[in-house]
C-alpha cells in the first residue's frame, strides 16, 4: 500500500535503519513520525530540537508491510534507491491533517514596511524633512521616497533592511539621474536601513550621501525612549 494522505502523524515505537550512502541504525524506542504531503519523512525523538534523527527527502515512496515476526514494516525509497526501514513494534498515535497552502513565512521588518513607515515619518530621517511621493518614478526604476528638506531642495531616500555596498550604487545612480532634472536639481541623498555595512558608509560618504540608521521598533512605536533605563 503506497501512502497518499496529505500529511501523517504517528507516534510509534519504532526501530529505524537506514542504508545508502552509509548505513545508520536507530534502536527500538518511541518517536514521532512525519509523513508530509511532498512525499519526504521524518523521525524525530523528543530532544535535538527541530532537527529529525533521520529523514528522506521528496521525492520518495512508502510502502506498508509486515516483517517476518508479523510487525509492521514501512519501507521509504528514495529516488536514488535509498532506504528508511522503520519497524514499528507498537502505535500510540496516528492522525492524518490537511493543512491546505501555506502562504510562506512573511519576515517582519522587510523594505516595503520600512518605506511605508518612513514615509508616514520622514522627519525621522532629517529634521523638517516632508515627503512628496513614494516611489518616485525615473527611467531606471522608482525612487523609494523623495521628500524635500527644511530648506524646500529634493532629498531622494533609498531604503533597505540591510545597507550594502549595491544599495549605495543604486542610489547613486539615481541622483545622478535626478541632477539633470533642473526642476529637481539640486538632488542630494539618504541611504537609510536598519544596518549599515562599513564598506557601504564609506562609499556612501565619499559621495555626498547621508546615512541613516532606522528603528523600526521606534517607528512602529514599539519601543518609547522615555521607558529605557540606558
Known amino acids: 500500500m503506497r501512502y497518499v494522505l496529505p500529511v501523517r502523524l504517528v507516534v510509534a515505537t519504532c526501530q529505524v535503519d537506514y542504508a545508502g550512502r552509509l548505513t545508520a541504525h536507530l534502536p527500538m524506542a518511541t518517536r514521532v513520525m512525519m509523513l508530509k504531503a511532498d512525499g519526504s519523512v521524518l523521525v524525530h525523538s523528543d530532544g535535538g530540537s527541530y532537527k529529525p534523527l533521520n529523514w528522506m527527502s521528496p521525492p520518495c515512496t512508502l510502502s506498508e508491510g509486515k516483517s517476518d515476526d508479523g510487525r509492521v514494516e514501512w519501507t521509504?525509497?528514495?529516488?536514488t534507491g535509498?532506504?528508511?526501514?522503520?519497524?514499528?513494534?507498537?502505535?500510540?498515535?496516528?492522525?492524518?491533517h490537511e493543512l491546505g497552502i501555506d502562504p510562506g513565512l512573511q519576515k517582519d521588518g522587510v523594505e516595503k514596511h520600512l518605506q511605508e513607515l518612513l514615509a508616514e515619518h520622514p522627519a525621522t530621517l532629517g529634521e523638517g524633512l516632508t515627503l512628496v511621493?513614494?516611489?518616485?518614478?525615473?527611467?531606471?526604476g522608482p525612487v523609494d521616497?523623495?521628500?524635500r528638506d527644511a530648506d524646500g531642495k529634493s532629498v531622494a531616500v533609498e531604503i533597505k533592511r540591510r545597507g550594502e555596498i549595491d544599495g549605495v550604487e543604486q542610489l547613486t545612480r539615481y541622483l545622478e539621474l535626478l541632477n539633470?532634472?533642473?526642476?529637481?536639481?539640486?538632488?542630494?541623498?539618504?541611504?537609510?536601513?536598519?544596518?549599515?555595512?562599513?564598506q557601504a558608509r564609506v562609499l556612501a560618504e565619499d559621495r555626498g550621501i547621508t546615512c541613516a540608521i532606522v528603528d523600526y521598533d521606534a517607528l512602529r512605536g514599539l519601543d518609547d525612549p522615555t521607558e529605557r533605563l540606558f
Do not use: N, W
Open 133 to 140: 511621493r513614494r516611489e518616485y518614478p525615473t527611467a531606471i
Open 180 to 198: 539633470r532634472d533642473p526642476l529637481l536639481a539640486p538632488v542630494r541623498g539618504i541611504f537609510a536601513a536598519q544596518a549599515i555595512k562599513p
Open 76 to 79: 521509504v525509497t528514495s529516488k
Open 145 to 147: 521616497l523623495m521628500c
Open 82 to 96: 535509498d532506504t528508511l526501514r522503520i519497524l514499528i513494534d507498537e502505535i500510540h498515535h496516528e492522525s492524518s
